[in-house]
């Protein structure tokens, strides 16, 4: 005989959630949204919730997506209670018995809420570990979880407007990446053994539209993922992952592969990625694949905790909205079609082109054209150490070249751009040791900072941006 899981929805505050009519006098209520055994969503007053996306790892682990959107004027933050982790306030069991433990969130904790502007749609992400023992595994999976809905403030604890206990249940995966629909039998499907749902190669913020410019997969099986950004206001802003936790960001295979985040260009948790007013900017993401693959997988998910601050001359900048970017069913295949050449980049103060593209023996040879907008000077320079940390190469074989030197721009001495001027620096590649075909269109991806010339000292840093230049041509 099955366990039975029954979902009681208390909502202790009083009259502030959904369209139930309470009791005279206040006081407790009853959930106001339906409570469908075979449903994938909830309709609360203030927003509705419902199950994006299933995937089903290679270990057995599940990693669940939910979208919000909020059916509201106002803005909010959506977070776990005080002092519960993502382990204390989210649960999964399957249809088998078992009981899965929630080890983490991606853009919701207990700490830091969600953002959640008025009328926007945003997606959080919860990741599951299997029992030690399954003697049988589940086919469909019930989802519960706690959650406060708060209104932002500029100091202090945010006031709770609701709290959510959400259930969703009779969730079923299916075998490959799909758009999720409701199978003839009613079930709801969602996606399979580490497959991928609606949701899109591109989501809207309300300050940004993020989107995904390019997904490779290297001759290794590691995957380099470029994000392009775009700000949707008249602020500049910095982009950059929650301090002191590396690279936040994961991917899977709709084979149920997860691969580890090893690097980025550009955005990190320390240095923000410099965002301005109108602009757009791109990162880069590269993951390494897991050991042993038995089958490898051909559409991608992708989730990373954003944080957008305002820029400060001093100190920590403030946080203006926390985001989890969820880009889901992204088909490498696809992209690799398209037709678009990205070899020149507008920023506020430089242009950044191909000058020219061109194989020495078996190296690769790219010049960099810099064109500087302003009245002022700059310095264009890469990050501190070696040019092959900061700097790579790719050819759509998924071959990659590794930077073997540079004229003009290192580390150390930048390349000086004065004010209406134009530049040019080249980048020597290696190629790999050992190829089984070699491609004829590259994509380059650097770490560059713009800084002011001083007299002494470090000069000071004035932008930081994520150079990427995709599906370039030998001349």
């Known amino acids: ?12 505050l009083g009259g502030c959630v959904g369209t139930q009519s309470y009791p005279p006098g206040g006081g407790l209520g009853t959930f106001p949204g339906p409570i469908d055994p075979l449903s994938r969503y909830q309709d609360f007053r203030e927003a509705r919730i419902e199950a994006a996306s299933i995937q089903v790892l290679a270990d057995d682990s599940v990693v669940i997506v939910l979208r919000y959107l909020n059916k509201t004027q106002q803005d909010f ?41 008025a009328g ?7 990741r599951f570990e299997p029992p030690r023992q399954m003697q049988t595994k589940g086919t469909r999976f019930s989802f519960r979880s706690t959650q406060l809905l708060s209104r932002p403030i500029a100091r202090g ?5 609701a709290r959510y206990s959400i259930t969703l249940s009779d969730l079923e995966p299916r075998q490959k990446a799909s758009t999720s629909e409701v199978t003839p039998s009613g079930k709801t499907d969602l996606g399979g053994k580490g497959s991928l749902t609606s949701g899109g190669s591109l989501q809207d ?47 899977v295979d709709d084979a149920g592969n997860e691969y580890r985040c090893t690097g980025t260009t550009g955005i990190d948790g320390t240095h923000g990625l410099s965002f301005p007013a109108g602009s757009q900017v791109t990162a880069s993401f590269r993951f390494t694949p897991p050991r042993q693959m038995q089958t490898k997988g051909t559409h991608f998910s992708f989730r990373s905790t954003h944080l957008l601050s305002s820029p400060v001359a001093k100190g920590t900048p403030p946080v203006v909205a926390r985001y989890a970017v969820t880009l889901i069913d992204v088909n490498p295949a696809v992209l690799a079609e398209v037709p678009r050449v990205d070899d020149i980049w507008d920023y506020p103060q430089i242009r950044v082109e191909l000058a020219n593209l061109q194989a020495v023996g078996d190296e690769i040879l790219l010049a960099v054209r810099y064109t500087n907008k302003t009245q002022g000077p700059f310095l264009v320079h890469l990050p501190p150490y070696s040019c092959s940390d900061s700097t790579g190469l790719l050819d759509d074989a998924g071959n ?8 003009g721009i290192d580390s150390r001495d930048g390349l000086s751009l004065p004010a209406g001027s134009q530049a040019t620096a ?27 010339p001083v007299a002494r000292g470090t000069p000071p840093v004035v932008a930081r941006y994520a150079v990427t230049l995709l599906r370039m041509e030998l001349r």
């Open 1 to 12: 005989m099955k366990p039975v899981v029954v979902a009681l929805v208390i909502l202790a």
């Open 77 to 117: 933050l959506i977070h776990f209670p005080p002092y519960r982790l993502c382990s204390g306030s989210a649960g999964l069991v399957d249809d088998a018995g078992n009981e899965y433990r929630c080890t983490g969130a991606t853009g919701i904790d207990d700490m830091y809420g969600l953002s959640f502007p």
């Open 120 to 126: 926007s749609q945003v997606t959080a992400s919860f």
């Open 157 to 161: 604890t945010p006031p709770v407007v």
């Open 205 to 251: 913020f309300r300050e940004a539209r993020i989107e995904t410019a390019s997904v490779q997969v290297l001759a290794d099986d590691s995957v380099v993922i470029v994000l392009r950004y775009l700000n949707k206001t008249q602020q500049d802003f910095l982009i950059h992952f929650p301090p002191y936790q590396g690279c936040v960001a994961g991917l």
């Open 400 to 407: 990659e070249y590794r930077c073997a030197g540079t004229t």
């Open 426 to 452: 080249s980048f020597r590649f290696a190629p790999p040791r050992w190829t089984q075909s070699k491609g004829s269109r590259f994509s380059f991806l650097s770490t560059h900072l713009l800084s002011i």
